[in-house]
């Protein structure tokens, strides 16, 4: 158990973003790549506020930045690819995030006559569009239908935690219960 020195607090008015930051480091999420070809160029977002929400209609969500450009390209795009990195993908996270003109030298992408583009041998993937908009603060909540999606069951999806790329454990914690899809309503 850590002791009181490691934990960290924030409390309203008086916390900073970055301290609230540094509070939302420590929950852990999936790193998601958003591409799709946008005017002939391929364009990626990550997102580690990608949540799956729906079941009927299908239904994952982003949290964007208000602001970002790069997804003012992308959100005009009828269709785009979600890559959920896997943990051999951990080192192109940043750069499918960042604006570098090279950003994609190396990296094996397949994109599809309808626009999106895929990371190949991401854990997860899926063909979306962008079903609807909820803002929220200094971000917009992006819904997006699901046309298609696949995964590949032996896949170990990077975890992003505490500002670093992680790997999940694939050993169940020793009193956990398991807990079938099927009961998950
Ligand atoms: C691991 C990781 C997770 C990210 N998650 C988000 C996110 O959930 N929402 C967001 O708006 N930006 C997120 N970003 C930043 C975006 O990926 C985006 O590429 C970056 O903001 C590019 O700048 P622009 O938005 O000004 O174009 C993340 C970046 C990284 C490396």
Not at 1 to 15: E, I
Not at 34 to 40: K, P, S
Request: glycine share 8%; proline share 6%; aromatic share 8%.
């Amino acid at each position: 158990m850590a002791d009181d020195s490691d934990h960290l607090t924030w409390t309203r008015p008086l916390g900073s973003a970055a301290e609230l930051k540094r509070i939302f480091a420590g929950v852990p999420a999936p790193v998601a790549a958003l591409c799709a070809t946008v005017d002939g160029e391929n364009v990626s977002f990550v997102a580690s506020s990608f949540v799956p929400v729906s079941l009927d209609p299908p239904l994952v969500s982003v949290c964007v930045r208000t602001g970002s450009t790069t997804w003012a390209r992308l959100r005009g795009c009828g269709r785009l690819g979600i890559s959920v990195l896997e943990r051999a993908q951990s080192h192109i996270a940043r750069r499918l995030a960042s604006h570098a003109p090279d950003k994609f030298t190396g990296i094996d992408l397949s994109a599809e006559a309808s626009g999106e583009v895929f990371v190949v041998g991401a854990a997860v993937t899926m063909t979306c569009s962008i079903a609807g908009t909820a803002p929220a603060g200094d971000h917009e909540i992006v819904f997006l239908l699901i046309e298609r999606a696949q995964a590949c069951a032996e896949a170990e999806p990077v975890v992003f935690h505490g500002s670093r790329f992680r790997s999940l454990s694939r050993e169940p914690l020793a009193h956990a219960e398991w807990w079938p899809l099927t009961e998950w309503q």
